[in-house]
């Protein structure tokens, strides 16, 4: 083989292990559940190929209040981040000084933790008579009734405490690259800390704002473990219903149309969102 | 806030004391139930329900293993990492190599689908994997999980050491080959010694992520049960203070490794 036809099939050499292994367990799997969800057929007597559209009517109609209530439940969780991080990641990009890695570091701790692990160990703490609103109810201070887990603000707060450091990293990155003399110019063209803080380094933390977005929106929007341990009855999300619709009763044309009902909904939130940014190309946005 | 006083008009809004006491009670959130999880392995309880505060011992540091499907739980979950810190190690490795060294037609292909299977959705990954083997009739269990973790732990591999390779000074490796180096022999004494940090990032990135996988494992393990899905059915019936053990003694393991890391990267500098 040549030196140069040997350079240029090098890449592809590089690259087909790993790829053939995503486009057989990534790609191809996303096809079949494609193909899966417009069977028909039951259980009993299994399934058929059928372009039966069928099970996306059936999903909606069966489950429009769930995939409602998980898309509340991603924004809640999401804008709270938001909320809650933006002044975290501000206060170490600007004033960490030499400590920055450390506090960065102090973010990431719940990562160490397993994702499960951590969303039980806050349904132990909020238990109804647990080591938090046990001992306020025997002081008094609240209603013998009074309970946190099983309602929304549980799931809503699970949600936003699992993915925060995703949210926070991203927006602290922004925040970091901005040049100081950049304020400093702001600031000798007479602009208040107000002016400063609104026109320059608001817009300069965007790209981390939407990228931490992209992070937490997906993952919180889609999940299940948050509204199973912390949340009743009535706190049921998408991703409940997709899990024991595959796992449990495998009426897999429904689960699978509920799978890609919900990959599409996040698909066209994303791609909506970075239009109203003005982000051209969220791709492009997501490599940096 | 007292962010008035001296040289206040240079200094930007919000950088007072309060938003680091702030910034404090935010990282003690976040670490609340973690703590919550070290202080109950320590509790002295009777039976095996851990829901109050007994007293202090160090009675299940002794009995850690008592539970032997809890115990071959956490065995498979440190082979599953392991296998997939390898496998998932190279192949994306390889990846990362080829996109950050090469220009070449599929490129942007590649990224593209390294992209989705970063950001796409954990419960439709699972669930459409499993479509697949539910379609070809596979038998799920250890090696359905291996696949599916290797499949999702590739990409962060890529992108790590793809951001590695993109750093690096090729004229070192144009000189090797000046000097009568091959192919290979550039790779393994120049290119590989260049990259590893990556590699090894990519790997353990790789293997966190597959000890703390949830989702996508709950959908392909078949029978097979993996620590934290151990944990996740024993939800109901209440976790014995051995999970808090397990947990605590894996979250050790993990900054150790930080903070030698850390040390390591100082002393380097």
New interface residues.
Partial sequence: MSRRLRAALTPYALIFPGGIWLAIFFVVPMVVMLSLSLQSGSVEEGYAFAWNWHSYADGLSNYHDQIIRSVIYGLASTVIQIIIGFPVAYWIAFKGGKHKSLYLFLLLLPFLVSFVLRTISWQFMLSDNGILLGPLKSLGLLPEGFRVLATPYAVIGGLAYNFLPFMVLPMYVALERIDPRVLEAAQDLYASRFQTFLRVVLPLSLPGVFAGVLMTFVPATSDYVNASVLGGTNTTMIGNVIQNQYLVTQDYPTASALSFTLMALLLVGIFAYAKALGTEDVLEVAAR | MT?RGRA????????GRG??I??WL??A??????A??VL?GFNDTQGRYN???QGFTLKWYGKLFEIGDLTEALVNSLLIALLTMVIAG???S??G???G??R?R??GT????????I???????G??????F??LAVPLGFWTIV??H??FS??FV?VTVRARVMTLDRSLEEAARDLGAG?WTTFRLVTLPMIFPGVLAGSMLAF?LS??D??IT??NAGGTVT??LW??GS?RVG?PPQ?NIM?TL??AA??SI?VIN?LMARRRS
């Fill in positions: 962010t206040a008009g240079r200094r930007p809004l919000l950088a938003l680091q702030y910034t935010v990282i959130w976040l670490v609340a139930p973690i919550v999880m109950f829901t109050s505060w190279v192949l994306g390889l990846i190599l080829a996109l060294r090469y070449f599929g490129s590649t990224n593209v689908v390294m992209f989705a299977a950001s796409c959705a954990e419960i439709v990954m669930a459409s994997l499993l479509s697949l539910v379609t696949i599916s290797v499949m590739i990409s890529a192919t966190a000890i703390d949830f989702v709950n959908f620590f934290p944990i996740w939800t976790i999970v947990g894996i979250f993990g900054v930080a850390a």
